[in-house]
């Protein structure tokens, strides 16, 4: 159980195009989910927290209108790079949080498998 | 400020070997510390995860020692295997508030 699903797992495209990645709990619904950013032998930077229904929550230094997140359901968020550049060309994770019933209830984050965005 | 910091940055161990991951937080507010293995063009996967009422989980060959006094916990992994290698990223969070901090990781090497 809980696993989490990313689409596409690579993408390529041109400079000024917007590209759509989608993270899907597949066996879970999941309130709350995570988007990463991961540059090569680094570790994971948190871009922002989506919560279903309500607007996304950026960390600092992350534009909000470049990178526009939608929490449509439990289940699915989207993460959609707007006018991409080529240093936008990076690794994308998102995760899904289940919280677990068993006392102490414990916030588990479940990864997707990541998403390459090459931006030429 | 990084409130998780993690040693080595990288580990060679040969087959068989134990391999020791430390990792050392400053919030004492945290009270949930999972670590995750990634391989090489994967996301990471949720390894094994402690909570600080015990000073030790075992799952398989892998271990989790916690010292809260120390702010302190490791990974060990016992007879390390070559499919072992992979880069291993401790995390600390409030367990009820998901949002995880990441120390840098570790890229295991085990060689046969």
């Known amino acids: 159980g809980a696993v989490v699903s990313q689409h596409p797992s690579r993408v390529i495209c041109k400079s000024g195009t917007s590209v759509k990645i989608e993270c899907r709990s597949l066996d879970f619904q999941a309130t709350t989910m995570f988007w990463y950013r991961q540059f090569p032998k680094q570790s994971l930077m948190l871009m922002a927290t989506s919560n279903e229904g309500s607007k996304a929550t950026y960390e600092q230094g992350v534009e909000k209108d470049k990178f526009l997140i939608n929490h449509a359901s439990l289940t699915l968020s989207t993460l959609t790079v707007t006018s991409a550049h080529p240093e936008d060309s990076s690794f994308y994770i998102c995760?899904?949080?289940?919280?677990?019933?068993?006392?102490?209830?414990?916030?588990?984050?479940?990864f997707g498998p990541g998403t390459r965005l090459t931006v030429l | 400020q990084q409130q998780v910091k993690q040693s080595p940055q990288s580990l060679i161990v040969q087959k068989g070997g134990i391999s020791i991951i430390n990792c050392a937080y400053e919030?004492?507010?945290?009270?949930?510390f999972p670590w995750y293995q990634q391989f090489p063009g994967k996301g990471p996967a949720l390894l094994i995860a402690i909570r600080p009422d015990v000073s030790e989980k075992k799952e398989g060959r892998f271990t989790i020692s916690f010292n809260k006094s120390a702010k302190q916990f490791s990974l060990h992994i016992m007879d390390s295997q070559p499919g072992d290698s992979a880069t291993y990223f401790c995390?600390?969070?409030?367990?009820?508030?998901?949002?995880?901090?990441f120390g840098d990781g570790t890229t295991l090497t085990v060689k046969p």
């Open positions: 919030n004492t507010a945290f009270d949930y």
């Open positions: 995760s899904a949080t289940l919280r677990t019933a068993v006392f102490p209830s414990t916030d588990m984050q479940y």
């Open positions: 995390a600390a969070s409030r367990a009820n508030a998901g949002k995880s901090t």
